[in-house]
Structures are given as C-alpha cells and as structure tokens.
C-alpha cells in the first residue's frame, strides 16, 4: 500500500523567499512520485513528476524537488518565491496500481 | 490541445436526488479516473478505467456510486439517492497508454452540493 505525508498543511514565505515543502511517502514496491499544485478553483497541474531516471527533478515555474530514498522523501523546492506561487500544492505516489495516492495537501502564501 | 473537460461545473441537488457528471477526456487518452476533493477527505480515488473497463473501482463509498465509460472515451460518474456527505469537488483525470510512470492530466472539476 502507498501513502503520502505533507508535513504543515499551511506555509507561509516572504516574497523572494526559498519555498520549500515537504512530502514523505511510503510504498511497497519503487514509487513514481509526483507533485502537483492547485489555483483556486481550478484542476490540479502537475508541476515535475519522478520516475526513477534522475533522483533531482526540475520543473516547471522553477520547481524542482529532490528523491531520497533512504529518508523517503520528495520535497519541493524554489530558491525564490513569487506571488504567482500562492497555492495548494499537493504530493503524490503511485506505484502497484494506477491509481495516485496523494497527500493532505500544502497551502502555499506568499507575502508581500 | 484541448484539456481534460467536466460538466456541469457546479452542481446544486436536493438531499435523495440522483445527479451524474460527466467527463470529456483527452483524445486518445484510454485510461480514466474519477477523484474525489472534499474538506474533510482531501483528494480520495473513486474509480479508474481502461478503455470501456473498471479493473479498479475500490474507492466507490457506497453503491449509491457507480459510473460508466463507452466508446472509450466520455464516462458518467452517477449518484443516487444523494446526501450532504456527497458535497465535494468531483475530479476527472485521463492518461495515454504509456505506462504507469505518465502523469494524469486533470479537468476543473464539478463542484457538488448536495443541500
């Protein structure tokens, strides 16, 4: 069975700031992981996905998130936030089946 | 290209009504999923297709729930008797057949409210 932890369910940076959010995942078999972000009132679009190639992903609006496997782990990074960043982010994992299992989510604010 | 498409948007029903959602997947996108995006929940798995089939539909909640594909391309998701713990944002996905390391490219959602 697979199962996502965003640790902090809100996040709140300065603009200009390092974002970074956290995702821990848990599988039986090698995991496809991914992130994907949320706009109010709109569908999710994925932001980077791993797939085993290359554990350090680049994405797009300049995210990127790093797997580690021996701390299960995939967090999301950008070195300096924009206003356009503001959010909900959510990780998720999918391995075994097709289905995504994903995490609680992470709202995202950006400061001015 | 044209996305992943919902209708209705938003749906307002009475508490025992039947409603169904529609999905409009991307052409040539064989497989299809249904989630489900509630407060309390966060985003849930409902059912995925392949083609016209259901190998997996084990995240149904009751079977008041049910949905159908055909032509391999458009699916229903219908609720029957509906009631309040049905109010969400109901999600589609689609996916080309390339494997299980593809992202799944999502519609906008209907939101539902059940009153």
């Known amino acids: 069975a697979q199962s996502v932890t965003q640790l902090g369910s809100h996040v709140s940076v300065s603009e200009g700031a390092l974002v970074l959010l956290r995702c821990n995942y848990s599988s039986s078999v090698p995991p496809y992981l991914f992130w994907y972000v949320q706009y109010p009132n709109q569908g999710l679009q994925l932001l980077l996905k791993?797939?085993?190639?290359?554990?350090l992903v680049k994405g797009i609006n300049g995210f990127e998130a790093e797997f580690k496997k021996s701390e299960t782990s995939f967090h999301l990074t950008k070195p300096s936030a924009h206003m356009s960043d503001a959010a909900e982010y959510f990780c998720?994992?999918?391995?075994?089946?097709?289905?995504?299992?994903f995490g609680k989510g992470t709202k995202l604010t950006v400061n001015p | 290209g044209a996305g992943v498409s919902q209708s209705p948007s938003n749906k307002v029903t009475e508490k025992g009504k039947d409603v169904e959602l529609r999905c409009d997947p991307i052409s040539g996108h064989t497989a299809l999923y249904w989630y489900r995006q509630s407060l309390g929940q966060g985003l849930e798995f409902l059912i995925y297709?392949?083609?016209?089939?259901?190998?997996?539909k084990s995240g149904l909640p009751s079977d008041r729930f049910s949905a159908e594909r055909t032509g391999g391309s458009v699916s229903t998701l219908t609720i029957q008797r509906t009631q309040q713990e049905d109010s969400a944002v109901y999600l589609c996905?689609?996916?080309?057949?390339?494997?299980?390391?593809?992202?799944?490219?999502f519609g906008p959602g209907t939101r539902l409210t059940v009153l």
């Open positions: 998720a994992v999918r391995g075994g089946s097709e289905k995504l299992v």
């Open positions: 996905a689609s996916s080309p057949p390339q494997g299980v390391q593809v992202e799944q490219f």
């Open positions: 791993y797939t085993s190639a290359a554990t």
């Open positions: 297709f392949q083609g016209n089939s259901a190998p997996d």
